[in-house]
């Protein structure tokens, strides 16, 4: 199960640049391609606004 972006997304981009295989994407709330999400979590740990979950 690929993690996701709630509403609770700010938009700060920290979550793009911790990203290593670039599976998310910009936008008024940020998204997280499933298909190439790793599962690795480096995102939901570097977002400020607690936004990202499994």
């Given at each position: 199960?690929?993690?996701?972006?709630?509403?609770?997304?700010?938009?700060?981009?920290?979550?793009?640049?911790?990203?290593?295989?670039?599976?998310?994407?910009?936008?008024?709330?940020?998204s997280?391609?499933?298909?190439?999400?790793?599962?690795?979590?480096t995102?939901?740990?570097?977002?400020?606004?607690?936004?990202?979950?499994?």
């Open positions: 199960m690929a993690y996701v972006i709630g509403e609770d997304c700010v938009a700060c981009g920290t979550c793009i640049d911790e990203c290593p295989v670039g599976a998310i994407s910009e936008g008024d709330i940020y997280i391609n499933p298909d190439e999400c790793t599962e690795c979590g995102c939901a740990d570097a977002c400020p606004s607690g936004a990202i979950s499994l």
